[in-house]
Structure formats: structure tokens, C-alpha cells
């Protein structure tokens, strides 16, 4: 019910437009769920990068994407996405999108790992 794409490999620099479209039997589900998008490298944890709350809108990063990533919604296409830039090495990793029911905030979006649905994952390579 969650579908991410948009990965590739880009070089150090560049830039890219990652998608989540959700697909939930509700209207407006955008508004009743936080979504939120995860990294995964190679031999390292999960961690949270960013997430937009349902009900406020507020959004949250994690320290190393600030002002280089944003996250947005697209209510009438049921999308949220992460457009990323001067994407970084350290950047590699294979993102996930996830959504919650639960309030969106720093502590449950970015250190908390535990929402309920999760998408497959999309493959990002920063690399020269």
C-alpha cells in the first residue's frame, strides 16, 4: 500500500525526486497519517530522514539533511515526496517510505524506528 520510487544513481552534487504514492481504502489519507521516509546503507541501521505529520503538516529532518532535503505532499495524488539535494555520498542507501496513524515529531519520526506499514525500498547511489 506503500510505493516508493525515484532512486538512481546520481553523482555527488545532484539532485533527486524520491516518491511515495499511498494507497490506503480511505479518502484524504494523507491527513490521517504521518508518512515518513527511512535510509537503510549497506552495514549500518535503519534511520529515520524525514517525515510530514497527517494532522499539522509539521514536518521533521534528521540533523545531516537539513536545508539539502524536503518533504511534501500531494493530497489529490495521495503522493508524498523527498526532493533531495547536493546529495552527498553518505547519502547512499536504499530509502523507505512508511506510514503511521500516530502524531508525527522528531523523537517518532527521526530516533523511533517502529511505524506500521512500510513500502518497498528504493535504491539511491551518490557516486562519481
Known amino acids: 500500500q506503500l510505493q516508493a520510487s525515484g532512486g538512481g544513481l546520481v553523482q555527488p552534487g545532484g539532485s533527486l525526486r524520491l516518491s511515495c504514492v499511498v494507497s490506503?481504502?480511505?479518502?484524504?489519507?494523507?491527513?490521517?497519517?504521518?508518512i515518513a521516509w527511512f535510509r537503510q546503507a549497506p552495514g549500518k541501521e535503519r534511520e529515520g530522514v524525514s517525515c510530514?505529520?497527517?494532522?499539522?503538516?509539521?514536518?521533521y529532518y534528521r540533523d545531516s539533511v537539513k536545508g539539502r532535503f524536503a518533504i511534501s505532499r500531494d493530497t489529490a495524488k495521495n503522493t508524498v515526496y523527498l526532493q533531495m539535494n547536493n546529495l552527498e555520498p553518505e547519502d547512499t542507501a536504499i530509502y523507505y517510505c512508511?506510514?503511521?496513524?500516530?502524531?508525527?515529531?522528531?523523537?517518532?519520526?527521526?530516533?523511533?524506528?517502529?511505524?506500521?506499514?512500510w513500502g518497498q525500498g528504493t535504491q539511491v547511489t551518490v557516486s562519481s
Open positions: 510530514v505529520d497527517g494532522a499539522d503538516k509539521k514536518t
Open positions: 490506503m481504502p480511505a479518502r484524504d489519507i494523507l491527513d490521517y497519517y504521518t
Open positions: 512508511a506510514a503511521d496513524a500516530r502524531l508525527g515529531s522528531y523523537n517518532f519520526c527521526i530516533v523511533r524506528n517502529d511505524f506500521t506499514s
